[in-house]
Nanobody, 127 residues
């Protein structure tokens, strides 16, 4: 069974930075493209960034992440990262990771079906 554990969230001021981590077990991590997602109260879950399998040489960013966030992966540690800089109020959300179907430079597919989502890690941006 695939398990994901997100961590690294917290309370940060506007303009600050955070580095999120996501550790995955139950699958061969290097073989899967991975994605970061987030969900704010009253809103649907949305894509943030996705990274291709193996060496992660293809990374897709949503408009909300471009220029501010950087996704990376460490296959030896089965871990996905999201470096978030220049944080804004609207970045406040619960952040999740999951394996996705496909990543290219212009798109990222949805999370794989039947994935059990982790608890997420809360990011709160304040003044």
């Amino acid at each position: 069974q695939v398990q994901v554990v997100e961590s690294g969230g917290g309370l940060v001021q506007v303009g600050g930075s955070l580095r999120l981590s996501c550790t995955v077990s139950g699958l061969t991590f290097a073989d899967y493209p991975m994605g970061w997602f987030r969900q704010s109260p009253g809103k649907e879950r949305e894509h943030v960034a996705c990274i291709s399998a193996d060496d992660g040489d293809i990374i897709w960013y949503s408009d909300i992440a471009k220029g501010r966030f950087t996704a990376s992966r460490d296959n030896a540690r089965n871990t996905l990262y999201l470096q978030m800089n220049s944080l804004k109020f609207e970045d406040t959300a619960l952040y999740y990771c999951a394996p996705v179907g496909h990543v290219s430079s212009w798109m990222c597919s949805d999370a794989l079906p039947d994935i059990t989502w982790g608890q997420g890690t809360q990011v709160t941006v304040s003044s």
